[in-house]
């Protein structure tokens, strides 16, 4: 397959597998691992496994496994969205065209999944009102779905506030887990195992990333966004074929040779977002010999494991980037942004969400005040390619960087 003849999301991961990463077995099992994760995740649902659609921050992923499910990310499965789908939201649930096309790609896919897969939801009240009241109408259409309250914690949130908060989550946590197995009780050991395993995860995909500063274009940028999509999207269903896939890259990377032109001219940059669906973005910017190197969703927080594995889990997410305010994302992007001695970021965003887009007007005037400049983008979330306007603009960003 060659660049022109790419037409899909899809497309551009086979091209980067086998056009790009040839020489690499670790990049080409990431990708498909990621591409196999919800087919797979609902050919167990089939086969009896217990397998839940759930949100992935932090606490979900080691809590479900320790229960012995499955947890599938639900943003993932809005992924495989087309327009069609998301028509489905806006016309059957009536979602406003202007709403964010996250939300109605995922309701689009659980409409047209209903009763015939994964039939429960771990949503949570932290993610937005639209999204929300997504989980209100699934649960109208017949989805048992459980919402865990409002996780936030405000700029600056210290002492007594604090804990009275971590008091509140645990409870939540043992209110997930009723929900989850039928009981309250928690198997702390299991628990236990399944936060030293994230711990091991998030020490090896560090090291991953460290590496791949040295060495910036071994792993280009798409790959390198799903290998942090795989540590927070319950490590694609599959944790032990995760972390094989995580050794391989280290091995590959620390046996890889280093091109000293390649350090030379590449153009290190801070991805803040999510990993979208207009893969065509991160062609561009490899094409430009930019390089996403930092990220805002840096796995720097790991679980405590000298104290108990619910608090742990509790103080782990409400000690992360996604606490709540958006100040805490700034401080990792500080920190990013310095660790890989950036020249720019790239701010990138869903259309229709107000939320990210004042973040992201807040994170560019703070670090355009510090000499690093910006771009602001808008795109969308279901299958299609992207914006000429967006391409155009990060390509003349890139440049204008070199
Ligand atoms: S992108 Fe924004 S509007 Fe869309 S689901 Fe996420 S927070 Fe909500």
Request: aromatic residues 10%.
């Given at each position: 397959m060659q660049i022109e003849d790419i037409k899909s999301p899809v497309d551009y991961l086979i091209y980067s597998k086998?056009?790009?990463?040839?020489?690499?077995r670790a990049i080409g099992k990431l990708f498909d691992l990621s591409t196999s994760y919800i087919s797979d995740a609902e050919k167990a649902y089939k086969e009896g496994k217990k397998v839940i659609w759930s949100r992935t921050n932090g606490w979900e992923v080691p809590l479900a496994y320790s229960c012995g499910i499955i947890p599938v990310a639900f943003s993932e499965m809005g992924r495989l969205s087309d327009f069609e789908t998301m028509r489905i939201g806006e016309?059957?649930?009536?979602?406003?065209?202007?709403?964010?096309s996250m939300v109605k790609c995922t309701v689009g896919q659980w409409h047209k999944r209903k009763s015939k897969s994964i039939n429960r939801i771990l949503g949570?009240?932290?993610?937005c009102e639209p999204f929300n009241l997504a989980l209100e109408l699934m649960k109208q259409a017949g989805y048992d779905v459980h919402t865990v309250d409002v996780i936030y914690r405000a700029p600056g949130m210290k002492g007594d506030e604090l804990e009275n908060l971590v008091e509140f989550f645990i409870r939540q946590i043992y209110d997930t887990v009723e929900w989850l197995?039928?009981?309250?009780?928690?198997d702390e050991d299991k628990l236990k195992q399944e936060i030293q395993r994230k711990n091991q995860l998030i020490s090896k995909v560090r090291k991953i990333l460290e590496l791949r500063i040295g060495?910036?274009?071994?792993?280009?940028?798409l790959p390198a966004i799903f290998l942090l999509t795989g540590l927070n999207a319950g490590?694609?269903?599959k944790p032990e074929e995760y972390e094989k896939v995580l050794d391989l890259l280290i091995e590959e990377l620390e046996n890889a040779p280093v091109n000293e032109e390649d350090l030379k001219r590449v153009i290190p940059l801070v991805w803040v977002g999510n990993?979208?669906?207009?893969f065509g973005v991160f062609e561009v910017i490899d094409q430009a010999d930019?390089?996403?190197?930092?990220?805002?969703?840096?796995?720097f927080n790991i679980c405590r494991e000298d104290i108990p594995p619910v608090e742990a889990l509790a103080r782990h997410v409400l000690g992360n980037?996604?606490?709540?305010?958006?100040v805490y994302v700034q401080q990792v992007l500080e920190k990013e942004a310095q660790k890989v001695n950036a020249r720019g970021l790239i701010l990138y965003g869903y259309l229709g969400c107000s939320y990210s887009t004042i973040a992201r007007e807040m994170w560019g005037d703070h670090f355009r005040k510090q000499g690093i400049p910006s771009i602001n983008l808008e795109g969308t979330f279901?299958?299609?390619?992207?914006s000429g306007q967006i391409l155009t603009r990060i390509k003349a960003f890139t440049e204008m960087l070199a």
């Amino acid at each position: 397959m060659q660049i022109e003849d790419i037409k899909s999301p899809v497309d551009y991961l086979i091209y980067s597998k086998n056009e790009i990463h040839g020489y690499s077995r670790a990049i080409g099992k990431l990708f498909d691992l990621s591409t196999s994760y919800i087919s797979d995740a609902e050919k167990a649902y089939k086969e009896g496994k217990k397998v839940i659609w759930s949100r992935t921050n932090g606490w979900e992923v080691p809590l479900a496994y320790s229960c012995g499910i499955i947890p599938v990310a639900f943003s993932e499965m809005g992924r495989l969205s087309d327009f069609e789908t998301m028509r489905i939201g806006e016309e059957y649930y009536q979602f406003p065209p202007e709403t964010c096309s996250m939300v109605k790609c995922t309701v689009g896919q659980w409409h047209k999944r209903k009763s015939k897969s994964i039939n429960r939801i771990l949503g949570a009240g932290v993610a937005c009102e639209p999204f929300n009241l997504a989980l209100e109408l699934m649960k109208q259409a017949g989805y048992d779905v459980h919402t865990v309250d409002v996780i936030y914690r405000a700029p600056g949130m210290k002492g007594d506030e604090l804990e009275n908060l971590v008091e509140f989550f645990i409870r939540q946590i043992y209110d997930t887990v009723e929900w989850l197995t039928g009981s309250r009780k928690i198997d702390e050991d299991k628990l236990k195992q399944e936060i030293q395993r994230k711990n091991q995860l998030i020490s090896k995909v560090r090291k991953i990333l460290e590496l791949r500063i040295g060495n910036p274009f071994y792993m280009r940028s798409l790959p390198a966004i799903f290998l942090l999509t795989g540590l927070n999207a319950g490590y694609f269903g599959k944790p032990e074929e995760y972390e094989k896939v995580l050794d391989l890259l280290i091995e590959e990377l620390e046996n890889a040779p280093v091109n000293e032109e390649d350090l030379k001219r590449v153009i290190p940059l801070v991805w803040v977002g999510n990993a979208g669906q207009e893969f065509g973005v991160f062609e561009v910017i490899d094409q430009a010999d930019g390089a996403l190197l930092g990220f805002r969703g840096y796995p720097f927080n790991i679980c405590r494991e000298d104290i108990p594995p619910v608090e742990a889990l509790a103080r782990h997410v409400l000690g992360n980037q996604d606490a709540g305010a958006s100040v805490y994302v700034q401080q990792v992007l500080e920190k990013e942004a310095q660790k890989v001695n950036a020249r720019g970021l790239i701010l990138y965003g869903y259309l229709g969400c107000s939320y990210s887009t004042i973040a992201r007007e807040m994170w560019g005037d703070h670090f355009r005040k510090q000499g690093i400049p910006s771009i602001n983008l808008e795109g969308t979330f279901q299958i299609g390619p992207p914006s000429g306007q967006i391409l155009t603009r990060i390509k003349a960003f890139t440049e204008m960087l070199a």
